[in-house]
C-alpha cells in the first residue's frame, strides 16, 4: 500500500497536464494524502507482522501463516504478470492506453 501512495505523487508528477484539465481538487490535497497514507500503511504494516491480531492464535503459527499468504501472493502475482504479458498488444503506445482509459 505504502508503494501505491509513492506512485500517485510519481504519476501525477509524469502526467501533469493530464491530470491538471480533470483536476478535482489542490494539487496539495494529493500530496498531503499520499504522506498521511504511505505512514498509516507504514503504521499498519507494523502492527500486522509484529505479533498476531487475536490470541487464539501463537506467534509461530502466525509467522507461518504469513510466510504462507506472502508465498502465495507472490505465486500469483507472477502469474498474473505473464498472463498480461501474453495478451497486451505490443504495438499501443503509453499515450494511446491513456487516451482510452480517460474518455
Known amino acids: ?8 505523487v510519481i504519476i501525477r508528477h509524469r502526467y501533469r497536464d493530464l491530470f491538471s484539465s480533470t483536476q478535482l481538487a489542490p494539487e496539495w490535497t494529493f500530496y498531503l494524502c499520499s504522506i498521511i497514507g504511505a505512514f498509516a500503511s507504514s503504521a499498519g504494516i507494523s502492527v500486522i507482522f509484529t505479533s498476531p491480531w487475536t490470541p487464539l492464535i501463537t506467534k509461530q503459527l502466525w ?41
Open 63 to 103: 509467522v507461518t501463516w504469513l510466510v504462507g499468504i506472502v508465498v502465495i501472493s507472490l505465486i500469483a502475482a507472477i502469474a498474473v504478470f505473464y498472463v498480461g504479458q501474453k495478451t497486451i498488444q505490443s504495438n499501443v503506445s503509453d499515450e494511446e492506453i491513456i487516451a482510452e482509459v480517460t474518455r
Open 1 to 8: 500500500m505504502i508503494i501505491l501512495f509513492v506512485d500517485m
